[in-house]
């Protein structure tokens, strides 16, 4: 069965700072993986995804991802962060065949100070 | 022309009440799905249908029923709402099966007194 970890429930940066969120998955197989972003009272958007080919990925709002299958991480990066960048951020994982599900990491929530 | 809607957006209700969530999605998308998102913000998987056809049932309480009338709909019944049943319900919809990107709804905060 799939499963995320990551491991920082609460980041704090300053605004203008570089960031780094963690994402650690189990899955036996070659995975399928997301980041979504959910700011406060709102749903979810799909801020990037890895299905295969290069590992390092692009994604919206100048976020980018990079896949390490030695590690089992997909590690968000963002090289400057803006006050608008507060919010929950999760990352996600579906199998590769089968019903699709999202199996989603605990959440990273990242505070900006100004 | 929102995505995929949810109604209704909040809903506070008692105990041992029913209740349904309605969900909508206009992108054409063969596959919905419905999310819980508990206090602590984990959100899991509950149901799954591909053109109307139930393909995930994750070890739900029969108290919860889903119903597809049509591909672009996926509604959610509760009967005899618990207190424990309060959450957020994420409605999302994918193209079709398979490692495909899910679009998310706004989210229905349920609240049961």
């Known amino acids: 069965a799939q499963s995320v970890t990551q491991p920082d429930i609460h980041i704090t940066v300053s605004e203008g700072a570089s960031l780094e969120l963690r994402c650690n998955y189990s899955?036996?197989?070659?995975?399928?993986l997301f980041w979504y972003v959910q700011s406060p009272g709102q749903g979810l958007q799909l801020l990037l995804k890895?299905?295969?080919?290069?590992?390092l990925v692009q994604g919206i709002k100048g976020f980018e991802a990079e896949f390490k299958r030695s590690q089992s991480s997909f590690n968000l990066r963002k090289p400057s962060v803006h006050w608008s960048d507060a919010a929950e951020y999760f990352c996600a994982v579906s199998a590769a065949q089968g019903a699709q599900k999202l199996v989603f990491g605990q959440g990273t929530r990242l505070t900006i100070n100004p | 022309d929102t995505a995929v809607s949810q109604t209704p957006k909040y809903l506070v209700t008692q105990m041992g009440n029913d209740k349904s969530i309605k969900c909508e999605q206009n992108?054409?998308?063969?596959?919905m799905y419905w999310y819980k998102q508990d206090s602590k913000k984990f959100l899991k998987i509950m149901f799954s249908?591909?053109?109307?056809?139930?393909?995930i049932n994750e070890t739900v309480p029969n108290r919860f029923s889903p119903k597809s009338p049509d591909k672009a709909h996926l509604n959610l019944h509760i009967n005899s709402l618990e207190l424990g049943d309060s959450a957020v319900y994420f409605c999302a919809s994918s193209h079709r099966q398979g490692p495909e990107t899910q679009y998310f709804g706004p989210g229905t905060r349920l609240l049961v007194l």
């Open positions: 890895y299905f295969s080919g290069d590992t």
């Open positions: 992108l054409g998308h063969d596959t």
């Open positions: 249908y591909n053109n109307k056809e139930l393909i």
């Open positions: 899955y036996g197989a070659t995975p399928y």
